[in-house]
């Protein structure tokens, strides 16, 4: 089945204490892409990249990381967690980028 | 500031009528267009998309239409099903070369029995 995987699914974790989401696909897509959700703001792009190797800043990039070191995986990397982070997050990938991206199921997580 | 907007944050329809949802954008680099559609607790999924090049895209209950020259874009669905009840985003991308989606902040439908 063709689908996005993200882990973990829930995540409750404290100001400062680095975290990584997993997010990997089986449709040997190029582009990848996270973003996070928040109410009356819609989704925002954090980071996307297009193939290995390649990554690019979105519209939210601070205070995150990600890395491209494998086509099928785009871990998206908080190194010192804060409250404004709290957020739903989303993976995506397509077989390009600018037309239909599947979305992984999300992760909700809470920084306190 | 949002380059995409969905000024409705929610709409109720009774079941068998029709859904409109709006989108504005304000770019006018954007040339392709795309509506999502998400149940809670689950990721966003694909629904129709339309390329600046056409004014209307049709696929079973739902049409997109789109009118360049006002940088609106609408989805209409019909006939509204129970099951149709979700929250829709409308987003944007510039198209070739651009590998960024802009999203609207999202309109939630009810369909009522």
């Known amino acids: 089945e063709a689908q996005v995987t993200q882990n973990p699914r829930y995540l409750i974790t404290v100001t400062g204490k680095k975290l990584t989401v997993t997010c990997s696909q089986n449709m040997n897509h190029e582009y990848m892409s996270w973003y996070r959700q928040d109410p009356g703001l819609g989704l925002r792009q954090i980071y996307y990249?297009?193939?290995?190797?390649?990554?690019d800043k979105g519209d939210v990039p601070e205070g995150y990381k990600v890395s491209r070191k494998e086509k099928r995986n785009f871990p998206l990397i908080l190194e010192s967690p804060s409250p404004n982070q709290t957020s739903l997050y989303f993976c995506?990938?397509?077989?390009?980028?600018?037309?239909?991206?599947?979305f992984g199921p999300g992760t909700r997580l809470t920084v306190t | 500031d949002q380059q995409v907007k969905q000024n409705s944050p929610s709409l109720s329809v009774q079941e068998g009528r029709i859904s409109i949802l709006n989108c504005d954008y304000t770019n006018s680099m954007f040339d392709y267009f795309l509506w999502y559609k998400k149940y809670p607790a689950e990721g966003p999924t694909f629904l129709i998309s339309?390329?600046?090049?056409?004014d209307k895209n049709e696929d079973g209950r739902f049409t997109v239409f789109l009118n360049k020259s006002a940088k609106h874009l609408s989805l209409h669905i019909v006939p509204s099903q129970p099951g149709d009840s979700a929250v829709y985003f409308c987003a944007a991308s510039g198209g070739v070369g651009d590998y960024k989606l802009s999203f609207g902040a999202g309109t939630t439908v009810t369909v009522r029995a």
């Open positions: 339309i390329s600046s090049i056409k």
């Open positions: 995506a990938s397509s077989g390009t980028p600018t037309y239909e991206q599947y």
């Open positions: 990249s297009m193939n290995v190797e390649v990554t």
